[in-house]
């Protein structure tokens, strides 16, 4: 396995830094996609409850604080729905009450 230059990671950086995560309601996740990768905050809601059940960052990502965002963006999402809030993600299940 080769390692990155350093303008590679510095470049891969700041467009991750610059770049928004979504809120996909039909498919249920929250994601950010840049430069042909995805990372992802899956939920279901079944009009009850809002569980988060997996997030996933690509492996070139990893570090770069991707999870806390998308998990940031999807707590304060669900903390606004009428619904309870849980997690079987171990990740987002340390971040709740």
Sequence with gaps: MTTP????????THALAQTPVVHDSQAQCFYLSCQGEQALLQYHNNGQRIDFYR???PAAWRGQGIAGRLAEQGLAWAQQQPLAISASCSYIARLLP
């Design 55 to 57: 997030t996933f960052v």
């Design 5 to 12: 230059e350093p303008d590679a990671v510095a470049s891969l």
